[in-house]
């Protein structure tokens, strides 16, 4: 396995369309993590996926942000009606998480850059 | 929430010369994490640290769980190093939080 792979790596589009990226984490890991960046800021958490279940999401996405993990392998973050605002990068990160999260090493994706027109 | 900084903001360093990156966050943690973006936006790990020192090549990394900081150190900067560094920090099953960031610029 050569790590956390994303699809795609950059995305136009115009305002108003919905887009989908896809992540494909490390293949035993049971954790895996969205996160947006913003041009001179941090990652900031949006949700996450132990398994297929989604345990937490972040005040950040909204209801026109919905992301799946069917069978608990790869991960679809979908926004519906982009906003010029929701141009980012869109990383994912997976890991093995030990017992109630007390080891938890995060290995990320290259990233999709999203434009919205 | 837990809440992160990292000091200096921005670093300019010569080629050769070492420098110590800051990260503070407000309260107790289990897991933490040094990457740096490259230039295309990349996240690579440099450590995973909650606890202890480790030494990989020039980088090293002290976390004091107790006192909530941890100390990046780079030694023998190249201008391959230039890039922004963050820490990241998560309680138990919590998830992660991210600082600004420093941004290090090495000049040749």
């Known amino acids: 396995d050569t790590g956390v792979s994303q699809d795609p790596r950059h995305k136009i589009t115009k305002r108003g369309q919905n887009v989908t990226f896809r992540c494909d984490p490390i293949s035993e890991h049971n954790r895996l993590y969205w996160y947006r960046q913003t041009l001179g800021q941090g990652p900031e958490f949006l949700t996450y996926f132990q398994n297929e279940a989604q345990l937490e999401k972040s005040r950040l996405l909204s209801d026109r942000f919905s992301a799946e993990r069917p069978k608990g392998s790869f991960s679809t973050l979908e926004i519906q009606r982009t906003e010029q605002g929701d141009s980012a990068m869109y990383l994912c990160a997976s890991s093995l998480s030990g017992l109630a999260g007390s080891y938890n090493e995060q290995f990320f994706g290259p990233g999709t850059r999203l434009t919205v027109l | 929430g837990i809440q992160v900084e990292q000091s200096p903001p921005d670093l300019i360093l010569q080629e050769g010369a070492n420098s110590t990156l800051r990260c503070n966050f407000s309260d107790s943690v289990n897991n933490l994490q040094w990457f740096h973006q490259n230039p295309w936006g990349q996240l690579i790990n440099l450590f995973y640290i909650p606890s202890g020192t480790k030494q990989n090549g020039r980088l090293s990394a002290t976390t004091v769980a107790t006192e909530r900081y941890s100390l990046g150190y780079i030694s023998s900067s190249q201008t391959t190093d230039s890039g922004v560094y963050f820490c990241?920090?998560?309680?138990?099953?919590?998830?992660?939080?991210f600082g600004p960031g420093t941004r290090l610029s090495v000049l040749p």
């Open positions: 990241a920090v998560s309680r138990y099953g919590q998830n992660f939080v």
